[in-house]
Nanobody
Framework: VQLQASGGGLVQAGGSLRLSCAAS????????MGWFRQAPGQEREFVVA???????YYADSVKGRFTISRDDFKRTLNLQMNSLKPEDTAVYYC????????WGQGTQVTVSS
């Protein structure tokens, strides 16, 4: 399985970004998928996940601001991020949920204050 995240960038606090994750390979082996992030000097952390049924799971820090969605036909995973805060600055990765290590390169999100 190969996963490639994109859509990151530099945005001011309060702004929005939309991340996408394109999946290829043996994606039928993955039911639940999620987004994770890693800030400089910190461990990678869970952000949000979505099950095959559409059930979602959010970290408390992003509830009400981030929205995850999936398009199984296009094999893409999306993350709409609103009301961004400087503490959201990190490299964002997509992966199976729970993580299986299909990280790819990730995409950098930088939120300026």
């Amino acid at each position: 399985v190969q996963l490639q995240a994109s859509g990151g960038g530099l945005v001011q606090a309060g702004g929005s970004l939309r991340l996408s994750c394109a999946a290829s390979g043996r994606t039928l082996s993955i039911n639940d998928m999620g987004w994770f992030r890693q800030a400089p000097g910190q461990e990678r952390e869970f952000v949000v996940a979505i099950g095959w049924s559409g059930r979602t799971y959010y970290a408390d820090s992003v509830k009400g601001r981030f929205t995850i969605s999936r398009d199984d036909f296009k094999r893409t995973l999306n993350l709409q991020m609103n009301s961004l805060k400087p503490e959201d600055t990190a490299v964002y990765y997509c992966d199976a949920f729970p993580s299986r290590g299909y990280w790819g390169q990730g995409t950098q999100v930088t939120v300026s204050s």
